[in-house]
Every structure is written in structure tokens, then in C-alpha cells.
């Protein structure tokens, strides 16, 4: 049971180049999230669904695209990067309605010249 | 709308000292209360949380009391080690548009030396 994992660790990108980071949960979670994680700021929220095939906005979705197709996996796109992006990237996943707790990934670094 | 705010670190202690990291909310209806541990190079982990008013949590040695009339959640430890070295994050949760979202303070930095 490896919880939740993200693919890349560590990236570093061009300005105006694109990437996509996978987040998986082998927990069977409904709920899944997308955080940013910037000195100073605590985490903010980009985007996050409630189940497979929804998607919504969070605080700071602008600039960022995301898929759920499957359950088990939730996605986020950067289209043209830009180095306001630069930021630590965290995904989290939730059981269910009757559940508070989010259980985190390890994060994702992200370097955007 | 909802916030949280947390005291400024970085907090530096000595092995064995107490630790205080406060933690004040502001929230339309009850929301509950958790703190998260970011030890180095990884995520956050779930170190406690209260769902209502007069709640304790408690793990490993670490306590926070949800305090409606003073809209606080103090974490506290009576005797830390070097290895709660960590950043420590209050949040609340809130229930919008049908599902619960989730407000973080900034963060604490804790470094405990030895």
C-alpha cells in the first residue's frame, strides 16, 4: 500500500514549455487535490474532484488544467509555464463525504525559468 | 471568509523544552481543527485533529484543544526531541458546495537542538 505517490520529484522547466504531474492513490479515495506550496504562504488550493471524471476550480486555478479519468489518478497540466509557477507541489486524497482527514503525497518540485 | 493564522517561526528550542506553537481561526460555522507535520523532503502527515469544541487531540507526545470562545487550537508538547524538527501546519476544514475544503495557516518551522 504505498499511499500517495507523484511523478516527478523534482522538474525544471522553460517558460512557455508544458508538463503534466501524475498524482496516484492506491486507497480507493473519492476525494483528491491539488495544493500549492509557496514561503510564506501555507498551501493553496488549485484544483480538486470529488470523484472520477469531475473536476473543480480551488483559490488559485489560473494558468493550471486537470483530469481525473480515472480514480485512481488525478492530473495537473501546466500549458505554458511561467515563473510565478515556480512553487512546491502537493497532492492529497480523501475517503469519502464522512471523512476529514487528507492523506498527502510526497510533492513535487517545480523550477520554472 | 474562513482563515487561519499561525505564529511566526522559526521557533528554536532546546531538547527537552516545552513547545507552544499557537494557532488562531476565524470560521463562519464549526469547522474542525487539525494540525500537519511536514518533516524534511517529504509530505504533510496528519498529526491531530478535533472535530468540536472542548476536543483534544493528542499523538506522539504532542496535545491541541479546540477553544471555541477563544477560537484557538494550540499545539503543545511537554518535552520535545531533535527529531520534531519539522514544520508544523494548523487547518481547518469547511463544508462548501458539497464538499469539505480546507484552509491552511502558513506554517511553523520547529528546530529543536540537541
Known amino acids: 500500500n504505498a499511499g500517495v505517490t507523484q511523478t516527478p520529484k523534482f522538474r525544471v522547466l522553460k517558460t512557455g514549455q508544458s508538463m503534466t504531474l501524475l498524482c496516484a492513490q492506491d486507497?480507493?479515495?473519492?476525494?483528491m487535490y491539488w495544493y500549492r506550496q509557496d514561503p510564506g504562504m501555507g498551501l493553496r488550493l488549485i484544483h480538486y474532484?470529488?470523484?472520477?471524471?469531475?473536476?473543480a476550480k480551488g483559490e488559485v486555478p489560473d494558468g493550471y488544467n486537470v483530469s481525473r479519468l480515472k480514480k485512481q489518478n488525478f492530473l495537473l497540466g501546466l500549458e505554458s509555464a511561467a515563473p510565478s509557477q515556480t512553487s512546491v507541489y502537493f497532492c492529497?486524497?480523501?475517503?469519502?463525504?464522512?471523512?476529514?482527514?487528507?492523506?498527502f503525497g510526497p510533492g513535487t518540485r517545480l523550477l520554472v525559468l | 471568509g474562513n482563515s487561519v493564522t499561525q505564529m511566526e517561526g522559526p521557533v528554536t528550542l532546546s531538547e527537552e523544552a516545552f513547545l507552544t506553537i499557537n494557532c488562531t481561526y476565524t470560521?463562519?460555522?464549526?469547522?474542525?481543527l487539525f494540525w500537519y507535520v511536514q518533516y524534511p523532503g517529504e509530505g504533510l502527515q496528519l498529526l491531530l485533529k478535533?472535530?468540536?469544541?472542548?476536543d483534544k487531540g493528542s499523538n506522539k507526545g504532542f496535545e491541541a484543544t479546540y477553544r471555541k470562545e477563544t477560537t484557538s487550537f494550540h499545539l503543545e508538547k511537554g518535552s520535545v526531541q531533535v527529531s520534531d524538527s519539522a514544520v508544523y501546519f494548523c487547518?481547518?476544514?469547511?463544508?462548501?458546495?458539497?464538499?469539505?475544503?480546507?484552509?491552511f495557516g502558513t506554517g511553523t518551522r520547529l528546530k529543536v537542538l540537541a
Open positions: 470560521a463562519t460555522g464549526y469547522p474542525s
Open positions: 486507497m480507493n479515495h473519492e476525494y
Open positions: 487547518a481547518l476544514s469547511e463544508r462548501a458546495s458539497g464538499t469539505y475544503k480546507y484552509i
Open positions: 474532484s470529488v470523484g472520477e471524471g469531475t473536476t
Open positions: 492529497a486524497s480523501r475517503q469519502d463525504r464522512g471523512v476529514e482527514t487528507q492523506y
Open positions: 478535533a472535530t468540536k469544541a472542548d
